[in-house]
């Protein structure tokens, strides 16, 4: 760290001190047809940061070296432009109003489109717009950017967990709900090659008729990301880097070992006599903190090089991170590389495109799972003995011995390769070929030595150690030739069309081995057959391989009519190995249509609208997502038995029902959205409602035995719907000379609704789910009911308790309180919902001179939480254990086991400052460096919430078992990070 602040110290003298010859240009800046001065229009020296603003009446002077050339101007509301100064000392600029970024560039299905002639609901996030703060995960960047994404984090800041992702609510019983991720064209493309500063931007198709394309792939939406590519020009260097450490910010209270030998002296607690007497256990531990890598610090660099010619264009970037969890031995190292071609022949007639990307990470992956352990072991227990060996126990575990004496780590290898060709055969006409493979590859070694918990009370070969091998590759191919056409008829009439074939196959093959009986840790897992129980038969091996294969049809056609009406129709047409003969193929329409309705005569003199138009479409997505040979009939092992000859062999038999009917899902979408700009642009949003429908929905179903080999068949049968409003908002809220304040804001509300079951030859009421962990068999939390909402809470509600302590929970009729022993199921009833209902995001942008601010919220609202952890540890019944000090304070009355009930859904809502980053660009006027930006960033910083467990930002709210909080749930944390962009 000193060594950073040193180079930051040393890099802002070079900046303020580096000089070359300079000269001023003045000039002035008007609104075309008004001639009205512009004030606060920036300018800009083309390829630079340095620049100005104009004053009040519209005029600036800016100071720049001799040989530059063109300035760039911009300003809210109107259209940038490019001016050439050459020899000119003094220049005149009239900027046209702008109605909106008419020319951004939005990826969708298989190509680009303008975004004014965008007719689906898409969202585009570039970087300017991504979270600040440091990602662990490429998704962490647009968390709360867009409208409807919902994006959870369930394991915390552990750096070897990734996120939930879920748009719209859920779409599935137990197919994937999960977005299709496609990066660089590669479906399903792998987030672990993508590092912050080489993605250019995060476009996601949210509705149907923007997704249909894609058929059974994008029944959950699709996420474009797009990958930084060389530009013509001289060449260029960028470096990242930035530096960060996480402090545990919010601690489950827990009884300190103090605080437990005075409840065990005072003998009003008789489970905690026999653990604890005067003069035993006297050790002050606190386990939860000795798990604390109190000296975690991430670290990230990323250099890159770009440039070309108008021909040839290439950019290359290497990386490596250190992330490093706030638990012990809970790292992920990695480094890779990233590397792009684009070259153009023929007289610009053929392109060709080639990305080669690498990844190779180690995880340890041992900490960052034994929270609960630590939090619930009793603090007057040592962690080592009066020897100084670890103290060991039957009663209790000892987390730091588990991390010291076991190991797990994950060596893994992910790689890419992509390469495209195209050809303009004709003008307009297009023909091209894209192809693409992804390997990813990860090695698992777990060894326990000897004298660890796990092997000294292992019951096979105690103390005899434990080791384990296990390897993964996943390879996925892709196909894809297209043929675009794109033509203007006259001024009137604009056509894109572009169709294509689509071939994927992946394969995923697992081995695994295990032994144990080993005589000394001296090999560890690398000589894992000297263990005594493969010499016993006793040892485990496990192999198994998948593969599937999809192909598809697909086309779409784009029609703009006087760049005021637009219409888009696609079909895809699918086939998947993973269905039944009787159903392989699939159709996947949709049709959408736009009206800028500011073009039409009637709204020229409207000064109100800056922009306004109308979106609806239709579309028609599949669900793939399920594991393969499930059509099938597979065969199983049985046991084993006795031949005439006498020897045992292995038997088999059917595994599951086929199914020849078995067939994809099919969500149905209705998306109406209006966008719109006001003010001069100052103001600029959209609004989208939809309405969706999924049926054929695939689940178990118990069949009869005869004529069925097995009693359930995996079958299409029910149906579920969600519906929505989704809302994007964007302002400039102030504009001056030297000052900017801009905001934005996303906000969505959803509801959900299970339609149906059953159908005539398979029926089910409801859905139980949502297992609660712990002590106690508390069964299931959630009921999801035929014709109810998902995510609801089933269970009995509190009463109070008896003079004893004991239970009380009502009756049906909502009055009569009994004890436990008179509750039945009849009196079971929704207790309330784990989905939050609507879900907001806050950006605050501030720009003063050369400092910048931003300040970032996010919220989720009107929900309920499963608070687990005060069900088990606010319970004196878990005694003679630790438990939280709210069992003798909140719950004191409780003198009961565990039961779970309403008593323990708490709201869910919270209001978090997500993060707040301050930064300071250095205006360069040296050769030798381009741009110097400092910044430094907080995460996770304060919070708003009635919820009184762990963080319920974390808390699963995707899925269908949403709602429950974690006893084991990791550390809350706040990060503060001190980062580096420069370029030169």
């Given at each position: ?530 263990g005594q129980a493969l010499a016993d038969g006793k040892a485990s091996e496990y192999s198994y391989k998948e593969a599937e294969i999809l192909i598809a049809f697909f086309g779409r056609v784009n029609y703009s009519y006087l760049d005021r009406y637009f219409f888009q129709a696609s079909l895809r047409h699918e086939g998947s190995s993973k269905f039944g003969a009787n159903h392989k193929w699939g159709d996947f329409p949709a049709v959408s249509a736009g009206w800028d309705i500011t073009r039409e005569v009637f709204m020229r003199h409207t000064r109100i609208f800056t ?86 929905l695939l689940y178990n179903y118990t069949t009869q035995l005869p004529p069925y080999v097995q009693s359930s068949i995996y079958t299409n049968v029910g149906s579920m719907s969600s519906k929505g409003i989704e809302l994007t908002l964007g302002g400039t809220v102030i504009k001056q000379r030297d000052f900017t304040w801009k905001m934005d804001v996303t906000g969505s509300y959803t509801t959900n609704k299970m339609i149906s079951f059953s159908n005539s030859l398979y029926q089910f009421s409801h859905l139980d789910l949502g297992g609660i962990s712990g002590p106690g068999a508390l069964g299931n939390a959630l009921r999801i009911d035929q014709g109810g909402a998902i995510g609801n809470f089933y269970g009995k509600r509190f009463a109070g308790f008896d003079t004893s302590g004991h239970w009380l929970f009502y009756k049906a009729d909502g009055k009569t309180k009994v004890p436990l022993s008179g ?162």
């Amino acid at each position: 760290m000193r060594k950073m602040l040193v180079l930051f110290l040393a890099l802002s003298v070079l900046a303020a001190a580096a000089s070359a010859q300079t000269r001023k240009i003045s000039g002035k800046v008007t609104a075309a047809g008004t001639n009205e001065p512009l004030a606060g229009v920036t300018v800009q020296v083309k390829g630079a940061d340095a620049g100005t603003r104009t004053n009040a009446e519209g005029a600036f002077t800016l100071t720049v070296r001799d040989n530059v050339k063109t300035l760039v101007l911009t300003s809210v509301g109107y259209t940038s432009q490019e001016i050439s100064v050459g020899a000119n000392d003094f220049v005149t600029v009239s900027l046209q109003l702008a109605t909106r970024s008419l020319n951004e560039v939005v990826v969708v299905g298989y190509g680009t489109l303008k975004r004014e002639e965008i007719t689906s609901a898409v969202a585009s996030v570039k970087p300017e717009d991504f979270n600040q703060g440091g990602a662990r995960n490429a998704l962490d960047l647009i968390q709360g950017k867009v409208a409807g994404l919902e994006i959870t984090r369930t394991g915390g800041t552990n750096p070897n967990t990734g996120v939930s992702i879920q748009l719209r609510s859920a779409t599935s019983l137990t197919g994937s709900i999960s977005p299709l991720v496609i990066v660089d064209g590669i479906p399903g493309g792998n987030l672990d090659l993508l590092q912050q500063d080489d993605i250019a931007s995060i476009d996601v198709l949210k509705d149907g008729s923007a997704a249909a394309i894609y058929g059974t792939q994008a029944n959950g939406g699709v996420i474009i990301v797009t990958t930084k590519k060389g530009h013509a020009g001289p060449p260029r260097f960028d470096y990242s880097t930035y530096f960060r450490k996480d402090f545990v910010w919010r601690k489950p209270d827990f009884m300190t070992a103090a605080q437990y030998r005075q409840r065990a002296l005072s003998g009003l607690y008789p489970n905690l006599t026999p653990i604890y007497t005067e003069g035993q256990y006297s050790a002050n531990t606190d386990m939860f903190d000795s798990l604390v890598n109190k000296d975690n610090l991430t670290q990230y660099h990323n250099l890159s090089m770009s440039g070309g010619t108008e021909n040839t264009s290439y950019r290359a970037s290497i990386y490596y991170s250190d992330l490093e969890g706030i638990a012990q031995a809970n790292s992920r190292r990695q480094y890779g590389a990233r590397f792009s071609i684009d070259q153009k022949g023929m007289g610009g007639r053929m392109t060709g495109h080639v990305d080669l990307v690498t990844n190779f990470n180690k995880a340890n992956l041992e900490g960052g799972g034994q929270w609960q352990e630590a939090l619930s072991r009793i603090p007057t227990l040592p962690i080592h003995d009066s020897t100084g060996a670890f103290y060991t126990s039957k009663l209790t575990s000892n987390p730091i011995s588990d991390i010291a004496q076991t190991t797990y780590l994950r060596d893994q290898s992910t790689n890419s390769a992509d390469a495209s060709l195209g050809l303009e055969v004709y003008k307009g006409l297009k023909v091209a070929a894209f192809g693409s493979v992804m390997r990813d590859s990860y090695n698992d070694n777990e060894y326990e030595d000897l004298n660890s918990d796990a092997s000294l009370y292992n019951g096979t070969y105690p103390g005899g150690g434990y080791a384990y091998q296990g390897n993964t590759v996943v390879t996925d191919y892709a196909f894809t030739p297209t043929v675009e056409y794109n033509h203007e008829f006259g001024v009137s009439h604009h056509v894109n069309a572009v169709a294509g074939y689509n071939y994927q196959y992946h394969t995923e093959t697992d081995i695994s081995m295990s032994n144990q009986g080993f005589i000394n840790d001296v090999t560890t897992d690398n000589n894992i057959g000297i263990g005594q129980a493969l010499a016993d038969g006793k040892a485990s091996e496990y192999s198994y391989k998948e593969a599937e294969i999809l192909i598809a049809f697909f086309g779409r056609v784009n029609y703009s009519y006087l760049d005021r009406y637009f219409f888009q129709a696609s079909l895809r047409h699918e086939g998947s190995s993973k269905f039944g003969a009787n159903h392989k193929w699939g159709d996947f329409p949709a049709v959408s249509a736009g009206w800028d309705i500011t073009r039409e005569v009637f709204m020229r003199h409207t000064r109100i609208f800056t922009d306004l138009k109308l979106r609806a479409g239709y579309g028609v997505t599949g669900n793939s997502g399920i594991a393969p040979y499930q059509s099938l009939v597979t065969l199983t092992t049985g046991g084993q038995y006795a031949y005439p000859d006498g020897v045992y062999r292995q038997t088999y038999g059917p595994g599951n029902n086929p199914n020849p009917n078995l067939k994809w899902e099919k969500k149905a979408e209705t998306n109406v959205g209006v966008d719109f700009s006001l003010l001069n642009a100052r103001l600029t949003g959209s609004v989208d409602v939809f309405y969706r429908k999924t049926t054929d929905l695939l689940y178990n179903y118990t069949t009869q035995l005869p004529p069925y080999v097995q009693s359930s068949i995996y079958t299409n049968v029910g149906s579920m719907s969600s519906k929505g409003i989704e809302l994007t908002l964007g302002g400039t809220v102030i504009k001056q000379r030297d000052f900017t304040w801009k905001m934005d804001v996303t906000g969505s509300y959803t509801t959900n609704k299970m339609i149906s079951f059953s159908n005539s030859l398979y029926q089910f009421s409801h859905l139980d789910l949502g297992g609660i962990s712990g002590p106690g068999a508390l069964g299931n939390a959630l009921r999801i009911d035929q014709g109810g909402a998902i995510g609801n809470f089933y269970g009995k509600r509190f009463a109070g308790f008896d003079t004893s302590g004991h239970w009380l929970f009502y009756k049906a009729d909502g009055k009569t309180k009994v004890p436990l022993s008179g509750i039945t199921q009849s009196d079971y009833t929704i207790l309330g919902n784990g989905i939050p209902k609507y879900i907001l995001s806050w950006t605050n942008s501030f720009v003063y001179k050369n400092w910048d601010l931003r300040i970032f919220f996010r919220g989720r609202f009107k929900y309920k939480i499963l608070n687990t952890m005060d069900l088990d540890y606010g319970n004196k019944f878990t005694l003679p254990g630790n438990v939280l000090n709210s069992a003798f304070g909140k719950y004191n009355q409780l003198n009961d086991t565990y039961e779970y009930s309403d008593y323990y859904l708490q709201p869910g809502g919270f209001l978090k400052l997500d993060n707040v980053t301050v930064g300071y660009t250095f205006r360069i006027r040296t050769p030798l460096i381009r741009s110097l930006r400092l910044y430094a960033s907080g995460s996770n910083l304060a919070i708003i919430t009635k919820y009184k467990g762990n963080d319920p930002d974390f808390v699963e709210d995707t899925g269908l078992t949403t709602g429950i909080d974690s006893q084991n749930a990791y550390p809350d944390t706040r990060s503060f990070l001190l980062g580096l962009n420069l370029g030169f």
